[in-house]
Structures are given as structure tokens and as C-alpha cells.
């Protein structure tokens, strides 16, 4: 069995500061106490180790340490604490810094037996992927805070809403907000003291959808729904979600389609994380709690996921915890996000040049594109000692007006000759390079 070795980083030894209790760094209730500023040297020192080895006492909770199994050397073994005084927060105060029901555990597992493991299912994800850095961009969003509120489930789904939605549209710099605010206190029925339900939130996001954060500003406290006057118009919806408890599906998933919300158990011990690879180490278990699937390391065992205690917890907001830890893999909601249809564009033309022109209604199809199956009439209109001839490209026919179905892009052009010259272009078709 692995031992446990606690290194503290003293600041003689490794020349940093200590911290305060985390009532001397702000609030004390809920999750203000959760996003304190612990910082811990991460170079494991051996006459530090000597020293806490030498001197129990001088494990303080004011004093980062190192927390490590086995041997003694961090590296992807171990974990840094924070060194942050959870003597200060209660267990009720810790709880407000989660907030998915102790239900969601048990309907998840029976969710797993159900759907088994697909042996038959061929795999080809990449043996890393982190959506902070994806062909050099960063497809996440800002790290933020849920506050002394039991709200993780709005920050878990929004989370993977928002990298999805930018992932979808292809644009890194969306950075869109929507609003955990809405989510919680509109979409369900939820307190900050009872916690919520991520496939309830999934659903709302479905039917109703998510407005942006300055049209419902979050605030860390029970309130009633108050939405601006337009929100409806302001939603971002999902088309819907899956659920996934193979560990493999979930990792192409993830690398395929971009983040994802999934539950984990927190226990005393993971307050007080600063960097590595988590493993539950000491402490009791707190409860559950909601957070965003980032990326994974196949190479080290780990998942790379966004928490929302605000950007001073852990590695700025984010951690990395072992495959397996904590049931974080056992059950992930997946979102689908709407895929917008295709606009098509239809280019006209004329021959010669001056000869006519053409008239379509309506005209988005040329500047701005359509839908598919959009319908046009098309008429030709010649100028002044010029008639119309016949048509080319995507239609045929002698007559001036006809009609089109936009179901791709297209390309016409209509035919013209001056009036009595007697030329015949009936069945000239025009080359159209599309």
C-alpha cells in the first residue's frame, strides 16, 4: 500500500510565504474560502522533507505542503496542497462549494449497468488532447466562480456549452458567457442549500436555453427567476445530450466533439489542491460535485478538468485528477449543439454583357445565401433592342420566367441577342466554373 508523505514547504527552506487562515483571506462561508490564494513550491526538496519527517508539528494547515505517494517524488504520483486552513470552513460551508444531490450518484451507476461497456466499438482518439490548446488557440472559456452557492451543476454545463458552441462555429474567440444565474434559478426549482440535477440542466438547455450573463447577472444566493425584458431572443440552445459511462467513448468524445460535464466526489483533502495529478488521499468524503472535461493524458493517467471555485484554486482554476478518482469517469453529459443548416448562394449572369438582366425574388440567395430547398423565380429582362434567347447552367428553357430549387450551390445565366438579328442561342450553354 502507497504511503503518505507530506513534505511542508517551509519558507526558510524554499524562500516562500505562508498563508493565513482562510478567515484572514475573505469571507468565510462557502466557496470565497474555496478560491483562496494558496501557493506551493513545487520542487521537491530533500532537507524539507527531512524536516517534516523530523517535526509532525510543523504541519500547519498555514503552510503549503506536498503530498505524494510511494517514494517520495512528486512527479505524477503526487499532488500539491495549498496549503489552505479547512479547520476554518464547516462541513455545511464546504457543501455550499458543490451542489449536485447525493441521488445523482446511485441514478448514474444504474445508468452505467444499462448501458454496459461497447466492446464491439473501434477507438482512434489521440493519446493527449487539452482544449486550452488546440492547433495553438484556446477553446475554453474563463474560469469562474460559484460563490458560497451549491450551483456547480450551472457552471459544469455552461462550461462545456460554451467551448462546445465555440468548437461548432469554429471560432476560438467567441468567448461567450452565458448565464449560470438563468440556468439555476430559472431552470429549476433548486436553492444554493439543495444542489441540482446535471441531466435537469441538460434538458433546460435543450428546451428552453441559456441567455448570455448580462442579461441575468449571477449572483452566489437564492433568488427568484428575473430575466431581462428580451431574453428570449437571447438564448443559446442545445440540441440535446447523450450520456456516456465508457471511459474510451468518452475520450473520443472528447477529442472529437470538444468538453463535457461530468460528477465527481469531493472529499476534505481536495480544498486544499494547488497542482498535480489528484488522488484522494485523507478526509472524509463532502459530497458531489459538478465540473467540465477538458482534456486528457493517456501518457501520465489523468483527466485535465475546469472547476469553478474562481482562478486562485488549484492549477488557476482548473486540476488534474487520475483516471478512475473520485467516480469522475463514471457517468459524462455530453452536449449537442445545435448544427446550424447550410446557406447557399445562387450566381447569375447574362450574355452578352449589357444584354438584359435577371430578376429573382426573393434576392438572399445572392448576397447573403439560403436554405436548402428555398424556391425562386427567376425572370429574364432584356434591355432595350435586345430579347431574351433561352437559358444556361443550373436551368433550361425558352421562356422568361422559371423556377429554381436552391438544394446546392447553383449557377444560371440568361441569354440575350439583339432584337432581329436573327441569331438563334437556344441551345447555347454558357461554361459556368463553379
Not at 201 to 229: H, I, K, N
Not at 402 to 430: C, M, Q, Y
Amino acid at each position: 500500500m502507497a504511503t503518505l508523505v507530506v513534505a511542508v514547504s517551509l519558507a526558510t527552506v524554499v524562500g516562500i510565504a505562508t498563508l493565513g487562515p482562510a478567515s484572514a483571506q475573505g469571507d468565510a462561508l462557502g466557496c470565497s474560502a474555496c478560491e483562496g490564494n494558496g501557493v506551493a513550491e513545487s520542487t521537491f526538496v530533500a532537507e524539507t522533507l527531512e524536516a517534516a519527517l523530523a517535526y509532525p508539528a510543523a504541519m500547519s494547515p498555514t503552510v503549503p505542503y506536498i503530498i505524494a505517494m510511494g517514494g517520495g517524488e512528486m512527479g505524477s504520483e503526487g499532488w500539491i496542497s495549498g496549503g489552505m486552513s479547512l479547520s476554518d470552513l464547516g462541513s455545511m460551508e464546504q457543501e455550499y462549494c458543490l451542489g449536485v444531490p447525493m441521488e445523482v450518484e446511485a441514478w448514474e451507476e444504474e445508468q452505467a449497468e444499462l448501458q454496459g461497456v461497447s466492446l464491439s466499438a473501434s477507438y482512434d482518439y489521440p493519446s493527449r488532447i487539452d482544449w486550452r490548446d488546440v492547433g495553438g488557440q484556446d477553446w475554453t472559456t474563463p474560469v469562474r466562480s460559484q460563490g458560497g452557492c451549491g450551483s456547480c451543476v450551472a457552471f459544469g454545463t455552461t462550461a462545456a456549452i460554451e467551448s462546445r458552441l465555440e468548437i461548432a462555429l469554429g471560432d476560438p474567440e467567441l468567448n461567450p458567457n452565458l448565464s449560470e444565474g438563468h440556468l439555476f434559478f430559472c431552470g429549476s426549482s433548486a436553492t444554493c442549500q439543495t444542489g441540482w440535477w446535471p441531466s435537469a440542466a441538460m434538458d433546460f438547455a435543450r428546451d428552453t436555453g441559456v441567455v448570455d450573463e448580462s442579461c441575468y447577472p449571477y449572483t452566489a444566493q437564492t433568488q427568484a427567476c428575473s430575466v431581462c425584458p428580451d431574453w428570449q431572443s437571447r438564448t443559446t440552445r442545445i440540441e440535446g445530450w447523450v450520456g456516456l459511462t465508457d471511459r474510451a467513448a468518452m475520450k473520443q468524445t472528447l477529442a472529437d466533439q470538444g468538453p463535457f460535464e461530468v460528477v465527481m466526489v469531493v472529499y476534505t483533502d481536495f480544498f486544499s489542491y494547488a497542482g498535480g495529478v489528484y488522488r484522494h488521499m485523507t478526509g472524509e468524503r463532502v459530497g458531489a460535485h459538478a465540473v467540465t472535461l477538458v482534456g486528457y493524458d493517456d501518457e501520465e493517467g489523468y483527466w485535465i478538468a475546469k472547476n469553478s471555485w474562481g482562478q486562485g484554486w488549484g492549477e488557476n482554476g482548473w486540476f488534474r485528477i487520475a483516471y478512475g478518482e473520485c467516480v469522475i469517469d463514471n457517468y459524462a453529459y455530453v452536449p449537442i449543439m445545435e448544427q446550424a443548416d447550410p446557406l447557399y448562394h445562387l450566381q447569375t449572369s447574362v450574355t452578352p454583357n449589357g444584354g438584359g438582366m435577371i430578376v429573382l425574388e426573393p434576392t438572399a440567395c445572392v448576397v447573403d445565401g439560403c436554405e436548402s430547398g428555398t424556391e425562386l423565380v427567376l425572370t429574364a429582362v432584356p434591355e432595350a433592342g435586345y430579347e431574351f434567347i433561352s437559358w444556361g447552367g443550373d436551368v433550361y428553357g425558352d421562356t422568361e420566367s422559371v423556377p429554381i430549387v436552391i438544394d446546392s450551390d447553383k449557377a444560371v445565366t440568361a441569354n440575350f441577342a439583339e432584337a432581329g438579328d436573327g441569331s438563334d442561342l437556344r441551345f447555347f450553354v454558357p461554361l459556368v466554373i463553379r
